[in-house]
């Protein structure tokens, strides 16, 4: 079992920038990829970006250049740092962690850009 616990959403003007965290707890030694999802209302849960064990990451072509995902091992927590925020960016934001066939999420972060 993990347990993801997120935070750092909240209201941003257009072009600001929010670090979200995600500290996971539990089995973590079996985590092979961790990650952000997004959705908005009305629309599908989409990837934001993720990193696996190994440092690899990749980015959804809408968030590349200003968003960056990163890992601190001693901590157990993943971060997504946005920048240059826009109006497209609000959405409800998803960790997640894959531990072998299995996923587990967090219970969402608020991300709202908005003059």
């Known amino acids: 079992q993990v347990q993801l616990v997120e935070s750092g959403g909240g209201l941003v003007q257009p072009g600001g920038s929010l670090r979200l965290s995600c500290a996971a707890s539990?089995?973590?030694?079996?985590?092979?990829?961790m990650g952000w999802y997004r959705q908005a209302p009305g629309k599908q849960r989409e990837l934001v970006a993720a990193?696996?064990?190994?440092?690899?990451?990749n980015y959804a072509s809408s968030v590349k250049g200003r968003f960056t995902i990163s890992r601190d091992n001693a901590k157990n927590t993943v971060y997504l740092q946005m920048n240059s925020l826009k109006p497209e960016d609000t959405a409800a934001y998803y960790c997640?962690?894959?531990?072998?066939?299995?996923?587990?999420w967090g219970q969402g972060t608020q991300v709202t850009v908005s003059s």
């Open positions: 539990g089995s973590i030694f079996s985590i092979v990829r």
């Open positions: 990193i696996t064990s190994g440092g690899t990451t």
């Open positions: 997640y962690a894959v531990v072998g066939r299995a996923d587990y």
